[in-house]
């Protein structure tokens, strides 16, 4: 059976006030509190980021972590930084997202038939969570997943990403093993249950910008996984 809006709604509320992670909330706290000067007149979001999406998509898109400027900054997944810069077009041509750019929550952005959400829901120092931190916050991705009632594809967007959600699946039992399951850009496993995952190089500058993730690589992830869950 379709599962509402309102569940997952709901799930985004208790995310925002999730308070398991020490560490991850003083940090957060203090890049809000301190800004970058080019964003001195931002009210930082400053909390766990809440996922962002159509409940009903066929497609999720699971990322690493919020960025300290960027979707700490914005409130939404990958807004407001050179990752999110360089996802949202692509997520525009492949026919997920209605605008080009995402700047802020309230910029009329809407997915269609997509979920972002991350594996870790707090920035991390050096974009970096702990195996602890990431270990708190799995609880999130497993119910998120559970709600996700019409996903047929996940694209995983980091090597942290594909490792988070083979954990997922050996917890819910999906899996019995990671062996066999190897990150690399383009990698495509179709779990025992059929849902199918496809890794990708993260949309980090530091990939973006040395030409190891290209636009059109990156693409033609997103265009896979369009076939696969039959859009």
């Known amino acids: 059976m379709p599962t509402s809006s309102a569940a997952l709604k709901a799930l985004n509320a208790r995310i925002i006030e999730c308070d398991r992670c ?3 909330r003083t940090y957060c ?3 809000a509190r301190v800004r970058r ?3 001195t007149d931002w009210e930082y979001w400053g909390k766990p980021v809440p996922s962002f999406g159509d409940p009903d998509a066929r497609v999720l898109a699971l990322g690493l972590a919020p960025g300290a400027h960027g979707s700490n900054r914005t409130g939404r997944p990958f807004t407001g930084d050179g990752s999110g810069d360089f996802l949202y077009p692509v997520l525009h041509e492949a026919g997920f997202a209605s605008r080009l750019k995402s700047t802020s929550r309230d910029d009329g952005m809407q997915l269609t038939d997509l979920w972002i959400n ?3 829901r ?3 120092p050096g974009n970096k969570p702990s195996t602890e931190e990431l270990r708190n916050c799995s609880a999130w991705l497993d119910e998120e997943l559970h709600l996700l009632w019409n996903l047929k594809v996940v694209v995983c967007l980091g090597r942290i990403a594909f490792e988070g959600l083979l954990a997922h699946a050996q917890r819910i039992r999906r899996i019995e093993s990671r062996a066999g399951y190897t990150f690399g850009h383009g990698a495509e496993y179709k779990l025992p249950d059929g849902l199918q995952v496809l890794a990708s190089f993260h949309p980090s500058l530091q990939n973006t910008n040395t030409g190891k993730l290209t636009r ?4 033609a992830v997103f265009q896979r996984a369009r076939k696969l869950a039959g859009i």
Request: hydrophobic share 55%; with cysteine.
């Open 37 to 39: 000067r080019a964003y």
């Open 29 to 31: 706290a203090e890049v």
């Open 216 to 219: 059109p690589m990156f693409l």
């Open 118 to 120: 991350s594996v870790a």
């Open 122 to 124: 707090c920035a991390p």
């Open 22 to 24: 020490p560490r991850l």
